[in-house]
């Protein structure tokens, strides 16, 4: 246990101080979202020490694992956000050909009623193109990054990765019991995160 405790500290001394965090991620240019980055890694180092000790039940332990999975996915969803939009505002990608189009409705109207229990109505419609934006689902987010050439498809379904382990925090969807996270799955997602951090930064600094 003492041995395990040390490992854990010396990770969290190494880390430390916070601004270490933001250094990582100096290439987010938007400060706020930086800061919450650093927030959110502080906190997955937190998840690890504590996972680490070894007075925790598994069922702890691998619900400690996981959330330190769904906030790695946090991370890797917001730099790819934040990259999109980059390449958005300097006009290196265009929406229309990135983004999924909708429809979107224009106009409604009335036209003839048979009877009580039946009518005709209209409806007028356009094709839309919703702005990425932090709120954006991670799905549509992944798909834009990939056709714009952003993420190659090997990166693309390393993010697809990433983004169906984040989503397991929908407990109401899962379709098996979910207790068997562990250290070495971690490190997957971890290794797996860094590939696509690192793929965002490249991308950011050619900006």
């Known amino acids: 246990m003492k041995q395990s405790e040390e490992k854990s500290d010396e990770v969290i001394d190494e880390l430390m101080p916070k601004e270490t965090f933001e250094k990582r991620f100096s290439f987010i240019t938007n400060d706020t979202l930086k800061k919450n980055i650093a927030i959110a890694f502080e906190y997955i180092v937190f998840l690890i020490d504590t996972a680490g000790k070894e007075n925790h039940k598994q069922l702890i332990r691998s619900s400690l694992y996981k959330d330190a999975t769904v906030y790695t996915g946090t991370i890797v969803e917001a730099c790819l956000c934040h990259v999109l939009m980059k390449y958005f505002s300097v006009n290196k990608l265009q929406k229309t050909k990135v983004l999924t189009p909708e429809w979107k409705e224009e106009a409604q109207g009335f036209i003839h009623e048979f009877s009580k229990k039946k009518r005709i109505r209209y409806v007028i419609e356009h094709i839309s193109y919703e702005d990425i ?75």
């Open 133 to 207: 934006r932090d709120s954006s689902n991670f799905i549509e987010i992944n798909r834009a990054c990939l056709r714009g050439r952003i993420l190659s498809k090997k990166e693309y379904e390393i993010a697809e990765e990433i983004r169906i382990a984040r989503n397991k925090i929908h407990v109401s969807g899962l379709k098996e019991i979910d207790n068997s996270y562990s250290k070495e799955k971690l490190d997957e997602i971890f290794s797996k995160a860094n590939k696509i951090i690192r793929k965002v930064e490249k991308k950011l600094l050619k900006l």
